[in-house]
């Protein structure tokens, strides 16, 4: 059974989830997202592992601060809240923004992951199309300030790799126009211009990339996870950026494998001793 709570940690208020059993998995979800977005997902592993999922700061039903909204900002919050939670050591799940906080989670405290996984990660090295974000952060500002939740309804059924009802599109959509005005403006900043690629060979840690082939960030997923010196990657075709959402049942299936195995590539292989 999963519990429902809220920890006081960096002086802010986080509305958690636990499903108290097994080895934790800390869960990070992404950019204009909560916690619901592992929802579909969890069902799958909570009789494995323990899984605790939270909405990051500005998000969700956590407290809405006017700043800590970085890289350094939110591995700090991770590492507080798995703390608080009196955990030493996690497998750590990152969706999107999550992802890209996963990463430098591993560069700046490696000793505190088991396993990592990253799914459709935000680039290491940030947006290379400025413009064309800031177009689409414009419009995106337009629509939460008019609360105009029918344009997103209809985007997310006509986008989804996946057949959605409009009332799975209309939940999916609160978050986005729900998100703290500072969470929107500073994370987006975050994402824009990230600049942490060169660190990733500092990365010993296992670490799986699960990507879609149709998400508009796979080239940015491939060139990243070359840069890693002990990943493994799964690629789902037909499936786009939402994969937790999407394909939840086969994600976790992929998820609890790599738990098991850990990194399997053809170094490992080749050095497997039969």
């Known amino acids: 059974m999963t519990k429902e709570n809220s920890l006081l940690i960096n002086n802010i208020n986080i509305s958690y989830t636990d499903s108290q059993n097994g080895f934790?998995?800390?869960?990070?979800?992404?950019y204009t997202n909560s916690k619901k977005v592992w929802a579909e997902l969890i069902p799958f592993l909570i009789n494995d592992y323990r899984c605790i999922t939270f909405d990051s700061r500005g998000c969700g039903e956590s407290d809405r601060p006017q700043e800590g909204f970085t890289l350094d900002g939110y591995v700090s919050d991770i590492i507080a809240i798995a703390d608080t939670l009196g955990i030493e050591k996690f497998n750590f799940v990152g969706h999107s923004m999550g992802g890209l906080i996963g990463m430098w989670l591993a560069c700046k405290i490696p000793e505190r992951i088991n396993k990592m996984i990253l799914i459709a990660p935000a680039p290491s090295n940030g947006i290379n199309d400025g413009l064309l974000f800031e177009d689409m952060m414009k419009r995106?500002?337009?629509?939460?300030?008019d609360q105009d939740i029918d344009i997103l309804i209809q985007e997310r059924i006509r986008t989804s790799s996946m057949p959605i009802t409009e009332q799975q599109a209309r939940e999916r959509s609160y978050d986005f126009l729900d998100v703290s005005d500072e969470h929107f403006e500073q994370s987006g900043q975050m994402i824009l211009n990230a600049n942490i690629q060169t660190h990733l060979k500092e990365i010993l840690n296992d670490v799986l990339y699960i990507a879609g082939a149709a998400d508009f960030l796979i080239k940015d997923n491939l060139k990243d996870y070359l840069l890693m010196r002990n990943a493994t990657l799964h690629v789902f075709s037909r499936i786009g950026h939402s994969i937790p959402r999407e394909i939840p049942k086969e994600c976790a299936l992929v998820m609890k494998d790599f738990f098991k195995h850990g990194v399997v590539n053809f170094k490992t292989l080749n050095n497997n001793k039969r």
């Not at 995106?140 to 300030?145: E, T, Y």
């Open 24 to 30: 934790p998995v800390i869960f990070q979800h992404g």
């Open 140 to 145: 995106n500002r337009k629509i939460r300030k």
